[in-house]
């Protein structure tokens, strides 16, 4: 069963940042993209941000300009730094291995971790 590994969510006031990290088994790691999903409830989960394996990156409407995704593939790992958290950003942020359909559309690889709970409130 290959899975990521999710960490560092937790409390945090309106404004403030938290980084999530992500450690990767190396079998999907080095050839696929990486993204990060978050899911509120029983809602769908929702497609946060893209790294390619070569660098280029993707977010969502809702995060641009606040959150930044990176890797390092030397650690099989990958970060969300997220800024200026809102309390909307509340949910279970998730990693995974991610592929391109043909028809445009990142869809998920691996099989989901435990993900991590970013939780915004004052």
């Known amino acids: 069963q290959v899975q990521p590994v999710e960490s560092g969510g937790g409390l945090v006031q309106p404004g403030g940042s938290l980084r999530l990290v992500c450690v990767v088994p190396?079998?999907?790691?080095?050839?696929?993209?990486m993204a990060w999903y978050r899911q509120v409830l029983d809602y769908q989960r929702e497609l946060v941000a893209v790294?390619?394996?070569?660098?280029?990156?993707t977010y969502g409407d809702s995060v641009k300009g606040r959150f930044t995704i990176s890797r390092d593939n030397a650690k099989n790992t990958i970060y969300l730094q997220m800024n200026s958290l809102e309390p909307e950003d509340t949910a279970v942020y998730y990693c995974?291995?991610?592929?391109?359909?043909?028809?445009?559309?990142?869809?998920?690889?691996?099989?989901w971790g435990r993900g991590a709970q970013v939780t915004v409130s004052s």
């Open positions: 995974n291995a991610v592929s391109l359909s043909m028809y445009g559309n990142w869809y998920p690889l691996a099989d």
């Open positions: 190396g079998s999907i790691f080095s050839i696929n993209g």
């Open positions: 790294i390619t394996n070569g660098g280029a990156t």
